[in-house]
């Protein structure tokens, strides 16, 4: 299920039927629980059965696994195996839904609250789209992976093998910056701005921080871009004057 950029923009829940409100956090509500807390969170929500298996020292023992084997194991179900992981669950989902998130250890899922009436649940069969949803609400590419247990082609599992083992590799290659650190976005949005400050910056949502850079950045391309056709043209003589209001909702 893919936002639309309205959605993602709007300080309002989605309301996702039979789950419940997923929220944009503001910066405020990042700085209540702390910026690792929150990157932990989503670094959890992004979670891959590899990335579960090196976190817990069993690397090698999940290499050892037949892809057939592999194929059988939920990244929900691991998680909600001890009580540890399942409150660490539970406080991230309190986090990114208006609601009130508690684990039923009786029902295996999560039931989700409004004013003790259940309106919503997250099990195992819809758990990969909810982390997909709160990241993209955090402007954030989910890692999470196709549950390749519900694949009944050979040929289909093959492929989805593959572009897993691609994204993979590509994963590899990626370095962050720290030029795009979310604390750095805040201090050049805030002094760039001319209507946003170091004050009121903190009411954005994290989703409205992250759009306002990447508008900013490209309004600042047209307007070095505009001067220079004014003052020297184009080998083209063209200049497209819609740029400074071209689509930007799109995460590389």
Known sequence: MKLSY????SPAPVNI???GGIISPTLKDISSIGINTYQYYLTILQMDLKTYFTLIGQTAEFEQLSDEDKSKLNIFD???INTQSVNLLQNIFNFFLKEDVIYSTEHKIFFVQNEDEVIGTIAKEHY???CDLICQRNRIKSNQEED???VKSKKALEIMKKLKKGRAEKSKQTSADQKMELG???SAVANKSQSLNIINIWDLTVYQVWDCFSRLSNNSIYDIQSMSVAAWGNKDNFFDATTWFKRIDTID
Do not use: R
Not at 6 to 9: A, G, N, R, S
């Open 6 to 9: 309205f959605e993602l923009l």
């Open 17 to 19: 039927e039979n789950v």
């Open 78 to 80: 691991l998680l909600t």
């Open 128 to 130: 990969p789209e909810i």
């Open 148 to 150: 390749l247990s519900k």
């Open 184 to 186: 750095n976005i805040i």
